[in-house]
């Protein structure tokens, strides 16, 4: 069965500090990793990963995947008080013979920036 | 351009009642998909619809069921409902494989 594992599934620090978010990934037919904000309802998409060692980067956030190991990371630096949400990791997965995808999700990580 | 919408934003019911949800996918996209998220967990796969038809579904009993629509707006209907059903679901719809787009949800209660 497929399964996506996010650590911690809470964090709580303060304002200014650098924050790094774990997700590791037992699936089939893997075929990209997407990382997602969820503030209050619908989760809005941050990064998609395809390819090891390529770090993606977006302002304060950046995540990188390793496809060997079965991981992400999502790291997000002199965190703000409205960084605080869920963050949520996904795998899109295949199923090559039905024509069949879907994102499997983690937990969720719930992130609290203290000012 | 119109994100994705869903209705109702809420949704009160007892148990044993069913529950009809609501989305409309981005103007182009065809596939839509459900997640149900219990709360303190995390999305879990319920049905993908594409072009009409149901091509996937997650491990929930026959009591999830829906459709989609010639317009691609999809429906989902939750029968006999139980009070773990209780949930917020989230409807996503993508054009091709890139994309993803998540509507607000709808919160579903059942008492």
């Known amino acids: 069965e497929d399964k996506v594992v996010q650590s911690p599934l809470s964090l709580v620090v303060h304002e200014g500090d650098t924050v790094t978010l774990n997700c590791s990934y037992e699936?089939?037919?893997?075929?990209?990793l997407l990382w997602y904000k969820q503030e209050k309802k619908a989760p809005t998409f941050l990064f998609m990963l395809?390819?090891?060692?390529i770090e993606k980067k977006s302002g304060r956030l950046s995540s990188i995947l390793d496809k060997k190991e079965l991981f992400s990371i999502l790291n997000i630096t002199a965190t703000q008080t409205g960084d605080s949400a869920i963050y949520l990791c996904?795998?899109?997965?295949?199923?090559?013979?039905?024509?069949?995808?879907?994102?499997?999700f983690g937990q969720g990580t719930r992130l609290t920036i203290n000012p | 351009e119109a994100g994705v919408t869903q209705s109702p934003t809420h949704l009160i019911k007892t148990r044993g009642q069913q529950a009809t949800l609501r989305c409309s996918p981005i103007?182009?996209?065809?596939?839509v998909y459900w997640y149900q998220q219990a709360l303190g967990l995390g999305l879990q796969f319920l049905l993908w619809?594409?072009?009409?038809?149901?091509?996937n579904r997650g491990n929930f009993p026959p009591r999830f069921s829906g459709r989609q629509f010639p317009n691609y707006s999809s429906e989902l209907n939750v029968n006999a409902l139980e009070l773990e059903d209780s949930a917020l679901y989230l409807c996503?719809?993508?054009?091709?494989?890139?994309?993803?787009?998540f509507g607000s949800g709808t919160r579903l209660t059942v008492v």
């Open positions: 395809t390819s090891s060692g």
């Open positions: 699936v089939t037919n893997f075929r990209s």
């Open positions: 996904a795998v899109e997965t295949s199923y090559l013979s039905q024509g069949a995808q879907k994102l499997v």
């Open positions: 619809y594409d072009e009409g038809e149901e091509r």
């Open positions: 103007s182009g996209h065809t596939s």
């Open positions: 996503a719809s993508i054009l091709g494989r890139w994309g993803y787009t």
